[in-house]
Each structure stands twice: as C-alpha cells, then as structure tokens.
C-alpha cells in the first residue's frame, strides 16, 4: 500500500539526514538514559529556556546561536525512535498473540489501540512533531534546569504543564503543552499527517483516513478505546464479540484492513472498531518496516 510505503519512507528518510550530525553508527544497545526525554532533563549541553506559562525551547549551543543539530540532541532523537521503534514490535506481537490465544475482543481492541498510539508518536517525532511526556519528578528536574525570565519561569512553575508537542522553531526545538489529553493530540497529529501527504500526493485514498481522525463521522480512535475499555461493559459479553466480528477478521491482515476501508462507511459500532485494526495494520506496520529497513540496509548498526 503506498501509503505505508510512504510512511516508512518518512522515517527511514529522517533517521539518514539526523544520522548526517553525528559520527555514532551504532544504534543497537540503547536504553531510556540514551532517549531525548533523560537528554533534556540531564544533559548540560542541552540548554531549556523558557518561552512562556506553557512552553519552553532546548537547543545546543548558545540563546545567540541555538543548534537543534547537535550530537547530543540528534543521538537521542535516534534512539528515541530504535526505542520507540522496537515498542510498536513488541505490542504488535502482542497483538498477535492476544489473537491466537483467543483473548476477549476489547481486550485485542485495547492493546491495538495502544499499538497504533505508540506507532503515529514514532511516525509524528520523525517528522518534526515529538511527543513528551513528563511526570511530577520530571517536572521537578525541568523547571530546576530552565532559563530566562524569572517572571515567566514563575509562571511556568504555577502552570506545571505536562504533556508537550515540540517542533523545530527558530534554531531551537520549542515544546508547546497539548494540556492532559495526549491521546487527542496523536490523533489530530495522525489527521496532520495525512492532509500534509494529501497536499503532496493528492493520493484519493487519503481523505478517508482525513475524515477518519476528524471526530465528526467515524469516532476518534481513543473515544472507540474508550468506549471498549471503559465506558461499555456490555462490550465484554456478547455484544462486544458480536460487534468485533469485522475488526477480529482484519487485525494481522494488512491488505485486508486496507481493502474493508477502502469501501467501508462508519455506520455502526462494528464499523468503528474495524478501524482500530485499519490504524494499527497501517500505522505500526510502517514504522516496523522502517526499523528493520534501518539496520538491515547498515544506516544503523548493531541490531
């Protein structure tokens, strides 16, 4: 499918150019301390300044001449995806395994949920639009590390954001909060992506997947997670096997899930829920193939 094609394309395009700042080739040992998360909140090359009550900037170098391009920053945007990359692997495994074992339906909606989540975060950093999380330790370390204004450091200290998207900006990547729905912020992220390949194709299937992350005729996919895991009890009976019927036959089949959606209208529950397999096969299939076309082409070493 070329839009997968595209999306691995993507990401393997921008590991090559972020490999350009950087010597380090080998890729494969790599743990959280090697991630852009512990980079920012530990790193003394990585200076954080703040730019107002919800946002902040990193950069290499200095306020006069940041550098986003450094080895620092750009080493741990590398691993950040190998990790991020190798998470997707794992829970699509699981994904197959929960399949196989006949687990109940919102459990196997569930954790392709979290594969297609843990997926279009990989898909959104390599272009430009990285995710972050911080938790109350972690805020604690930002906020004693940040720089600038006293007056807006304050601020920030008061607001204690948590959730962040940063995008590159004026020689500096500047994080932005997104508030507490991270979820909500894939999917639109997810809704970004497609229109910005549509702008650049004008490939006809991409306006189904637009209207899909628009929240107005199909469910966004964290409501349809929600709805199985939390809010509808009833889906862990009965009803929920019976609506699962078409989403069980398409998870693990990638050309299938493209082909239902190809022709497929959001006319029910069932619709919904097979589109959680459509995203997942998608999504986490692309940035799978990425990975391994990475290391198996030696752009990365030590797989």
């Not at 979820?183 to 992506?193: G, K, L």
């Not at 009965?238 to 299938?256: D, H, M, Y």
């Not at 391994?292 to 030696?298: C, E, H, K």
Request: glycine content about 6%; proline content about 4%.
């Amino acid at each position: 499918m070329r839009i997968h094609d595209h999306l691995q394309s993507i990401c393997t395009k921008k590991v090559a150019t972020l490999l350009e700042n950087t010597n380090r080739r080998n890729f494969g040992n790599v743990n959280y301390k090697d991630g852009l998360k512990f980079a920012i909140l530990n790193e003394p090359s990585i200076e954080i300044e703040v730019i107002s009550n919800s946002s902040f900037a990193i950069y290499e170098g200095s306020s006069a001449l940041p550098d986003i391009n450094g080895a620092t920053l750009t080493e741990s945007r590398i691993c950040e995806f190998v990790m991020g990359s190798r998470r997707v692997s794992n829970q699509y495994s699981n994904v197959e395994k929960a399949k196989e074992s006949s687990i109940s339906s919102p459990w196997l909606l569930v954790t392709a949920y979290y594969c297609s989540f843990f997926a279009i975060n990989e898909i959104s950093r390599m272009l430009d639009k990285i995710p972050l999380g911080l938790d109350s330790n972690d805020q604690k370390q930002l906020i004693a590390r940040i720089k600038g204004d006293p007056a807006k450091i304050s601020q920030f200290t008061n607001t204690n954001p948590n959730n962040f998207i940063g995008k590159p900006r004026g020689g500096k990547i500047v994080f932005d909060s997104i508030g507490e729905k991270p979820h909500a912020a894939a999917w639109s992220n997810a809704q970004e992506i497609m229109k910005r390949i549509n702008n650049e194709k004008g490939w006809p299937e991409l306006a189904k997947y637009i209207k899909l992350f628009e929240g107005n005729q199909w469910k966004i996919p964290s409501q349809t997670r929600n709805e199985w895991n939390y809010k509808y009890a009833d889906y862990f009976s009965t009803r929920g096997e019976k609506e699962a019927v078409i989403f069980k036959k398409l998870i693990g089949n990638s050309p299938g899930a493209h082909s239902w959606f190809h022709s497929a209208k959001p006319t029910d529950e069932s619709s919904n829920a097979a589109s959680i397999a459509v995203i997942c096969e998608l999504f986490s299939k692309a940035v799978i193939s990425s990975y391994n076309a990475l290391f198996d082409t030696g752009i990365l070493q030590g797989k």
